[in-house]
């Protein structure tokens, strides 16, 4: 069956410093890989997604992510947080032949210091 | 208006007490998703939809049952509430047969069983 794992449950940037958050799926085909974002008390947004060619993806308030096959990983980044980036971040995976089902991680919380 | 809407918003009921929780989406997707989140737990998908004739279990759908009305109304239904079906419920639309992989989540509904 297939798996996210999102290996840290809380993290803490200062404002402005880079931010990466990690994850790791597992299964063998080649998947869809999303990131989204749910700040307190609000649903979840979408921040990007890929599904093939370039696997360095842009999204939205200026995060990337990189697909990395060797690894598995989909990992996001961004090069300077702002204080209105702390949420909690979700990465999804979903494969085709899966109806379109997509499995979650268990989420990373951002908690940003002035 | 939102795309995905879910009501009532935050309810408040009592162990053995039937809850309906509705979705409504104006996407013209035709699958529909229900899911809830538990801290640490990440999304875990109770059932999911294709169309109106076609429904299926998800990974937890033990003590829920759905109704999918019209392409652009799928309900949740606890039967019978239990304290341990406490947590924040979601609704998400996609249609990969339009290129669409991506789910599009309603706000949430904060369910609490006494």
């Known amino acids: 069956a297939q798996s996210v794992t999102q290996p840290d449950i809380h993290i803490t940037v200062s404002e402005g410093a ?28 979408l921040l990007l997604k890929y599904f093939s060619g370039d696997t360095l993806v842009q999204g939205i308030k200026g995060f990337e992510a990189e697909f990395k096959r060797s690894q598995s990983s989909f990992n996001l980044r961004k090069p300077s947080v702002h204080w209105s980036d702390a949420a909690e971040y979700f990465c999804a995976v979903g494969f085709t032949g899966t109806a379109s089902k997509l499995t979650f991680g268990t989420g990373t919380r951002l908690q940003v210091t002035l | 208006d939102a795309d995905v809407t879910q009501t009532p918003r935050n309810r408040i009921t009592k162990t053995g007490k039937r809850i309906m929780l509705e979705c409504s989406q104006t996407k ?39 109704s999918r009305q019209a392409q652009a109304k799928f309900s949740l239904s606890l039967e019978s509430a239990i304290p341990n079906q406490t947590a924040l419920y979601f609704c ?23």
Not at chain 1, 32 to 39: A, C, G, H, P
Not at chain 2, 92 to 114: C, K, N
């Open chain 1, 18 to 45: 880079s931010l990466e958050l990690r994850c790791n799926y597992s299964y063998g085909a080649t998947p869809y890989l999303f990131w989204y974002v749910q700040s307190p008390g609000q649903g979840l947004q």
């Open chain 2, 92 to 114: 998400a639309t996609s249609d990969p047969l339009a290129g669409i992989y991506e789910q599009y989540f309603g706000p949430g509904t904060r369910l609490t069983v006494t």
């Open chain 2, 28 to 66: 013209g997707h035709d699958r529909m998703y229900w899911y809830r989140q538990d801290p640490g737990l990440g999304l875990r998908l109770i059932y999911y939809s294709f169309d109106v004739k076609d429904i299926n279990k998800g990974e937890i759908s033990d003590g829920y049952s759905v």
